[in-house]
């Protein structure tokens, strides 16, 4: 099997997404060198890998944030050139950022609904404050994190609760397909759990997919369907959570290790 | 940062009510400032509040308070417009010429002249946005093409402010016409800042660009739609002082116009370094540097005293500002 093969799919059934080939350059720097992906309905894809190696840059391509160098994508089967954030967003897809997209001067319920306020009608489409403060409130204490108020600055929160806020905010959106960098990188055991929980609820509630990026192994193999290792740009492995396993995953990761250097 | 502070089912954290409350008291303490000022004034010298003082004191505020409303913005969102008293000075001479030599009715005049100075700001905003020149530079590339290009066109001359006695009157040369424009100006400007996504998208874009860019917010169109801004009110402004005074001077407004905006929009306490900033306070600040201009020209202090007084109020206005975004950062690392 080739490298750029190896995240392609069998080509049966549905897929909520599927990226062929993308390639990513900066500059000189290649940051995705022909990763292709598929996601099923209903499935969680968990994403490991080496610092670097390109899984945020994936994401943000899957967004519309930024646009691939070469590379295809289909969204429910359909083929799709994103133009921007807001074209993802009409098609479903909803991100946690690894650096969280939140605005420190501004309040959480402000935060949550940021571009996309609900407005009151009449006459002048002023910013609905209370509705978004409302849905706010009832999304967090949903979740069950704990966060003093939601009239709050991000800036007055700590790491973990910030979490909680942008993947509030992605989570209650009604994404279909839900993309998630490191998102509990900076959360307690507790909040992790929740936040778990909470993923699971939504996965029995519909056909939510979703993408996680995460560098713990273990609890990656747990909570996903499906594994994928990326390293200096490539997929190097796939496999599904129950047939694979922490000492082969840091097997493949040591012999596929290696310098990259910009050319 | 919420101006609504409704009961809800969890109150706010200690930390957040004391910034909170800091917050709001720097606003008011720059009312507090300016109403200690009156005060000041109208105990040394019995001449200041009287209807003629006022209306002396509205006038000169007006103008700046104007400019301040789109400066904030700019601000707000991270850059600054240098050259938009050149745009003050410039806009009546284009609304005089299309008036007289084109023969154009008065309001399609003004309207052109509002056009021309939204073209300058798509100008400013291009640069600095899609060419990536930093705007001060940018805008002080225009600020000196503008002012060139007024003296040109107008040959360093004065002219006298076109239309009927009536359409003076409305734009300016009634009493207190300006600063009711001025007011009317300020609120529309509060309420876009507070209560539209316009606002909220500007504080998110000076707040953290990148952060607002994932969100999927057009940065460059908040950005560029602000330059415009900031440009079509720059001339609004040059044009009711024009019709204040009755004649429109090459020399009117420039830099030191520019720079009382600047001034009004930080005393005010809005921040330069972005993300945050108020129209009110802008008003306010207008207001006291226009008390402290008309009491010390009352009292009989010479203009280089005024000049150092306002040098102060900046420098103070600034430690303020500086120390409240200190606090915040601390905030951040609770
Ligand atoms: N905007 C950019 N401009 C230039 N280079 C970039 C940019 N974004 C990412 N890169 C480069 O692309 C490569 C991949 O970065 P990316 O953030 O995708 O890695 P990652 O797998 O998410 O790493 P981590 O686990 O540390 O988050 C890196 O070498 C990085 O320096
Ligand atoms: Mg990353």
């Known amino acids: ?263 | 940062m919420s101006a609504h502070q409704q009961p809800l089912s969890a109150g706010p954290g200690i930390a957040a009510r004391t910034l909170h409350g800091f917050l709001r008291f720097r606003e008011a303490s720059i009312v507090v400032v300016a109403i200690l000022l009156i005060i000041y004034f109208e105990i040394s010298n019995s001449n200041f509040i009287t209807n003629a003082n006022l209306q002396t004191l509205s006038q000169f505020i007006s103008a700046p308070v104007i400019i301040a409303c789109g400066e904030i913005m700019l601000l707000i969102c991270g850059e600054i417009d240098l050259s938009v008293g050149m745009v003050f000075a410039i806009a009546p001479f284009i609304m005089y010429f299309c008036a007289t030599s084109l023969g154009l009715p008065i309001i399609i005049a003004m309207l052109i002249a509002l056009a021309v100075a939204g073209c300058i700001g798509l100008i400013n905003g291009f640069i600095t946005v899609k060419l990536r020149v930093p705007s001060f530079v940018t805008t002080l590339g225009t600020l000196f093409l503008i002012n060139g290009l007024t003296l040109t066109i107008s040959k360093g001359f004065p002219v006298d402010t076109p239309g009927s006695p009536a359409f003076a009157k409305i734009m300016g040369a009634a009493g207190y016409a300006e600063i009711i424009w001025a007011v009317i100006i300020v609120a529309i400007m509060h309420v876009v800042l507070r209560n539209t996504r316009w606002g909220l998208h500007t504080i998110a874009v000076g707040g953290n660009v990148l952060a607002a860019a994932e969100s999927g917010i057009n940065v460059p169109k908040i950005k560029i739609g602000n330059f415009v801004l900031t440009s079509v009110l720059g001339a609004f402004a040059g044009i009711v002082e024009a019709y204040r005074i009755g004649s429109t001077d090459p020399l009117a407004g420039g830099t030191n116009m520019m720079f009382l905006a600047v001034a009004a929009s930080v005393i005010g306490g809005t921040s330069l370094m972005g993300g945050s900033g108020t129209i009110i306070g802008g008003l306010v600040g207008g207001l006291v540097l226009g008390v402290l201009q008309d009491g010390f020209t009352i009292d009989g202090i010479n203009a280089y005293t005024f000049d150092m007084i306002i040098g102060g109020a900046i420098l103070i206005a600034m430690v303020f500002n500086i120390h409240v975004a200190r606090l915040r950062r601390a905030g951040r690392k609770l």
Request: charge should be neutral.
């Open chain 1, 1 to 263: 099997m080739s490298q750029a093969a190896i995240g392609l799919p069998p080509a049966t059934g549905p897929e909520a997404l599927r990226a062929e080939n993308i390639v990513k350059r900066f500059g000189a720097v290649t940051a995705l060198n022909g990763v292709s992906l598929y996601l099923k309905p209903g499935e969680m894809l968990g994403i490991l890998g080496d610092n670097g190696a390109g899984k945020s840059t994936l994401i943000k391509i899957l967004t519309g944030f930024q646009s691939p160098t070469s590379g295809t994508m289909t969204v429910d089967g359909k083929q799709v050139a994103l133009k921007s954030v807001d074209h993802a967003r009409a098609l479903g897809i909803e991100c946690v950022y690894q650096d969280l997209a939140l605005i420190p001067g501004l309040s959480i319920y402000h935060n949550m609904f940021l571009n996309r306020e609900p407005l009151r009608p009449w006459p002048f489409r002023l910013l609905d404050n209370k509705s978004m403060r409302r849905r706010a409130v009832e999304a967090l204490e949903d979740i069950g994190v704990n966060i003093p108020s939601v009239d709050e600055e991000v800036a007055m929160l700590s790491g973990g609760q910030r979490q909680a806020v942008a993947i509030a905010r992605a989570v209650y959106s009604n994404a279909r397909i839900l993309l998630l960098d490191e998102p509990l990188a900076a959360m307690g055991a507790r909040e992790s759990g929740l936040i778990l929980d909470l993923i699971d609820r939504l996965k029995k509630r519909g056909d939510l997919s979703l993408i996680m990026i995460a560098h713990n192994y273990a609890q990656t193999l747990e909570v996903c369907d499906r594994v994928m290792l990326f390293q200096h740009g490539e997929v190097t492995f796939q496999a599904k959570s129950a047939e694979t396993s922490v000492p082969e995953l840091l097997e493949v990761v040591k012999r596929n290790y290696k310098i990259v250097r910009g050319a």
